[in-house]
């Protein structure tokens, strides 16, 4: 189920160059050179009405003129000619083409609607198209070169994907000399139909890839990427490197492709919660591809350094400390046994330092003894080409390094001295760099994406399990505002969401006279706060608009008066309602912080965390996270906020009450999941004490809000969906919970799938298996709600959940179609429980706009063809033979 729409693309059978040329400059002559002198072993035909014969070969006027249909077209002609070339290969049939040409969406106006007019077509024949202005593909197991760079790849297990050709040329120079083989390089240059999250889907169930790493400029569809990101790096990793770093790199990332770049901080909280890791630098991807591809894993952050010079140790050690990792603290039986196989001088603790006359004897000691050690998560080996021979040294470092499960980075120093022994430590498979401090960012990154892979692993519902929220009440409030053409809520319209939501705030009342706030006043109890309230300013400190601690009646008018009139000379165009008037709040040993939502033009909602009060403007304390979140996400988020530290213990205050604070968070997350008219929320400050935290001031700004088909359409990250949650009984008593699978279901999917009979895993996976790989299992419970659905029957058996039937489906890349399967334990056969689950899949693929499901039944399964007869399926012959049926459902 999925993926393989791409075999086109990236697997055909036979290939047709439009524009082949034997002009030495011309695009057309480089990539049907590639093809020919690559070991693909499909058919390759040149067109081009300039020439009868190139390189040999025949060369055809046209496609008709081949007389066979190819699965792939690489079209390197100009880009005029691209629409006619794609009408004529969908009307026979080609499902995939590579557009090298240039002059589309890169280009402006014109070459956008040239651009989108391409879509239109590929769409039409149901063909998927590759680029415009891409360097190609490369796919070096099977021999294919579909590019025109002079590049030499050798196979491998690291997939690239890059929206920049150069970038793809640069990194596969780069691997040559370094041993490292591609699976495949995949440049999607203006990605105008396959686009990030389709090739991550391909390469996900690639046997070929181990390792992916990504070059990103912009993202059309966040939703898609993000989708395609998590469900590739469930089962391998993923490396992304983001241009746009800063404001001018945005922009012009923006017109290389057109595709849009969102705020940095967000994308790398997307990253997190997607299960990668990202490169700052192009040597960190490097470094990191060559790490990943050696198939090396961190669990844990201690890192230990193994070196025959004390300054390498000194460096290793400084960029350890600046990228959070510990410099591993070696236990006393380590040492011990260092003392008792070195000689007295040696450091006798971490960096271990074996001396400048170092032997390959000290170094198969010290690495062995660091590995052993349970103190240790990785160890870093370095050598400086001093009285040693560097390549013996290597073979001491490779042989212990064997056996190891722990990562071993190597750093051999120099450069003529240390080649050959380099080339040893490539051929082993051990990653080698050549300085301390890119090693040890590699480690870190190691550790990143150990972390990010328990992020991955978090599916949280929109809403906690506590009490609820009141989101129709918070929606009446903002459809007011918006009825009068507001888009900012005034102070106490801005306090009743929040309350509405259950976060505490201060009392307060809107007030319209001087008189009016004098009655609040006196009702409230003094002293009390006193904030103009005016819609179209935000940070109310901007018109000197707060006056704290009024302490009696006498001051209530005079302020009132005060208020108003600075506002009025401030800002002569502002409309003022009146002020607010709020019981004065007064906390000992508070901290003042804030938390928001703001929406990001890519990921949008965003919850963010930091340092409040006057002076967060100048602090740029701020942390981000995607929501939905869960205990687990905001205890990340809060561990990488820089004001951290001063939450517990700090000085002489005490820890300030943090399971307040994560109710907050979590209460934030849910106002950004149930209420996408939110355009930006701001807490601040939020103040926390170790009794209680309180919203002391929020501003919140919405806009109008088109409802799309899912009601999280407007998140990055859909939530996990409780609300598909149903209970029923059987006629034997038994109760029966059909829900959405999650990533903790992994064992009872297992037992389920290894208790079903031979046949009838035979009639699931239309194959002969004994039980799920870890790769089908990831796959199967860490799912993509969005895309695609999984819904599992339950029961209680012996005190335990107990899976009994499963049903999902995958959308089709067309998004309005599906694929689904369906199986159910023998045992519980006729009792309707396939029945019920194919109804819930069928319903809920209809309230998110698919119109057709399909699937394949083998002809042999007779209850299961019975059963989507039953379901209103249509049942046709399979293309593949007589063995096998599809089944069809128009909803």
């Given at each position: 189920m999925g993926g393989r729409d791409l075999d086109p693309l990236f697997a055909p059978d036979s290939i047709a160059v439009f524009g082949a040329s034997e002009r030495p400059e011309s695009v057309g002559c480089k990539v049907y050179a590639n093809l020919l002198q690559g070991t693909f072993a499909g058919n390759l035909y040149a067109i081009n009405p300039k020439y009868e014969q190139l390189r040999d070969r025949p060369c055809y006027p046209s496609l008709e003129a081949i007389g066979k249909r190819p699965d792939l077209a690489v079209i390197a002609t100009p880009a005029r000619t691209v629409l006619a070339i794609l009408e004529a290969c969908g009307e026979i049939g080609v499902k995939g083409a590579i557009i090298l040409s240039v002059g589309f969406g890169e280009t402006g106006e014109q070459g956008a609607r040239l651009q989108e007019e391409a879509v239109q077509i590929a769409r039409k024949y149901d063909?998927?198209?590759?680029?415009?202005?891409?360097?190609?593909?490369?796919?070096?197991?099977?021999?294919?070169?579909?590019t025109f760079t002079d590049a030499s790849v050798k196979p491998g297990q690291l997939a690239l994907v890059s929206q920049s050709g150069a970038l793809c040329s640069a990194m596969l120079d780069w691997s040559s000399p370094r041993g490292v083989g591609y699976s495949a390089m995949i440049s999607l240059g203006d990605a105008a139909d396959v686009d990030?999250?389709?090739?991550?889907?391909?390469?996900?169930?690639?046997?070929?890839t181990r390792a992916i790493v990504l070059y990103v400029e912009g993202i059309r569809n966040a939703r898609h990427f993000v989708s395609g990101l998590r469900v590739a790096a469930r089962v391998k990793p993923v490396i992304v490197m983001k241009a746009g770093k800063h404001a001018e790199g945005s922009k012009a990332a923006m017109a290389h492709t057109g595709a849009v770049v969102g705020a940095d901080d967000v994308f790398d909280a997307a990253l997190m919660r997607a299960g990668a890791v990202r490169a700052m630098t192009i040597a960190e991807l490097f470094a990191a591809a060559q790490l990943f591809s050696a198939n090396q894993r961190a669990h844990g952050n201690r890192l230990a350094i193994v070196t025959n010079g004390g300054g390498l140790g000194v460096m290793a050690a400084d960029r350890s400390m600046e990228l959070g990792l510990q410099v591993a603290n070696l236990n006393a039986a380590t040492r011990a046994h260092l003392s008792d196989v070195l000689p007295p001088p040696w450091s006798h603790t971490n960096p271990v330092n074996?001396?400048?006359?170092?032997?390959?004897?000290?170094?198969?000691?010290?690495?062995?003894?660091?590995?052993?050690?349970?103190?240790?998560?990785?160890?870093?080996?370095?050598?400086?080409p001093l009285m040693i021979d560097a390549s013996a040294a290597a073979h001491?470092?490779?042989?212990?390094?064997?056996?190891?499960?722990?990562?071993?980075?190597?750093?051999?120093?120099?450069?003529?001295?240390?080649?050959?022994?380099?080339?040893?430590?490539?051929?082993?498979?051990?990653?080698?760099?050549?300085?301390?401090?890119?090693?040890?960012?590699?480690?870190?990154?190691?550790?990143?994406?150990?972390?990010?892979?328990?992020?991955?692993?978090?599916?949280?519902?929109?809403?906690?399990?506590?009490?609820?929220?009141?989101?129709?009440?918070?929606?009446?409030?903002?459809?007011?505002?918006l009825a009068e053409s507001r888009r900012a809520l005034t102070t106490v319209e801005a306090s009743a969401v929040l309350s509405a939501f259950r976060i505490p705030v201060v009392e307060g009342v809107e007030a319209h006279t001087a008189n009016e706030a004098l009655v609040a006043a006196e009702a409230l109890g003094f002293p009390?706060?006193?904030?103009?309230?005016?819609?179209?300013?935000?940070?109310?400190?901007?018109v000197d608009g707060v006056r704290l601690d009024v302490g009696d009646a006498h001051s209530i008018r005079r302020t009132f008066n005060e208020l108003v009139a600075h506002t009025k000379q401030a800002r002569p165009e502002a409309t003022i309602i009146g002020v607010t008037v709020e019981r004065m709040y007064h906390a000992p040993r508070e901290r003042e912080l804030v938390v928001g939502i703001v929406r990001d033009?890519?990921?949008?909602?965003?919850?963010?965390?930091?340092?409040?009060?006057?002076?967060v403007e100048l602090r740029r304390t701020r942390t981000v996270a995607l929501p939905p979140l869960n205990d687990f996400i905001i205890e990340d988020l809060i561990k990488r906020a820089r004001v951290e530290p001063l939450l517990g213990t700090f000085r002489n205050l005490p820890p300030i009450r943090r399971e307040a604070l994560k109710d907050v968070?979590?209460?934030v997350s849910e106002m950004a999941c149930e209420l996408p008219e939110l355009v930006s929320v701001e807490i601040d400050p939020l103040v926390a004490t170790d009794r209680s935290v309180v919203a002391i001031d929020g501003r919140i700004m919405v806009d109008v809000h088109t409802p799309p088909l899912d009601p999280y359409g407007h998140m990055a990250i859909h939530p996990y969906p409780a609300h598909m949650t149903e209970t029923w009984q059987l006629a034997d008593g038994t109760d029966v919970t059909l829900r959405p699978i999650r990533p903790e279901d992994a064992e009872i999917e297992h037992e389920f799938v290894y208790n079903l009979p031979q046949q009838s895993k035979y009639f699931r996976f239309l194959q002969n298996l004994k039980g799920l790989t870890r790769e089908m299992l990831v796959r199967f419970t860490q799912i993509d709600y969005d895309r695609e659905m999984a819904l599992i029957a339950v029961c209680e058996q012996q005190n335990r959940q107990v899976e009994?039937?499963?049903?999902r489906y995958i959308t089709a890349p067309d998004g309005e179609s599906c694929e689904f399967a369906i199986v159910v334990a023998d045992e519980w056969h006729h009792r309707g429980i396939g029945t019920r689950l194919m109804r819930a899949l069928i319903n809920i693929a209809k309230t998110r706009g698919l119109k057709t499901m399909k699937g394949e039944v083998l002809s042999s399964n007779t209850n299961m063809l019975g059963l989507m007869k039953k379901m209103g399926f249509t049942v046709h012959p399979h293309p593949d033979g007589a063995n096998m049926k599809m089944v069809t459902k128009i909803m």
């Open positions: 063909m998927r198209v590759l680029g415009p202005n891409c360097l190609g593909v490369m796919r070096p197991g099977i021999g294919l070169n579909a990030f999250g389709d090739v991550l889907d391909y390469l996900a169930i690639d046997t070929r074996l001396l400048g006359d170092a032997t390959p004897t000290r170094y198969r000691e010290a690495l062995a003894a660091c590995l052993a050690d349970e103190n240790v998560d990785g160890v870093l080996v370095m050598l400086a001491a470092v490779i042989e212990v390094a064997r056996g190891s499960e722990k990562p071993v980075l190597t750093c051999w120093m120099g450069e003529t001295q240390v080649i050959e022994a380099r080339r040893l430590l490539a051929e082993a498979g051990l990653a080698q760099f050549s300085s301390p401090e890119s090693a040890v960012t590699a480690f870190s990154l190691l550790v990143s994406y150990e972390r990010n892979q328990q992020l991955l692993l978090q599916v949280p519902a929109p809403l906690a399990e506590k009490s609820r929220p009141d989101i129709e009440g918070a929606r009446m409030i903002i459809e007011g505002a009390v706060a006193m904030k103009i309230s005016a819609p179209g300013i935000l940070h109310k400190s901007d033009p890519v990921f949008g909602p965003v919850i963010s965390f930091g340092a409040g009060g006057a002076v968070l979590q209460r009994i039937g499963v049903a």
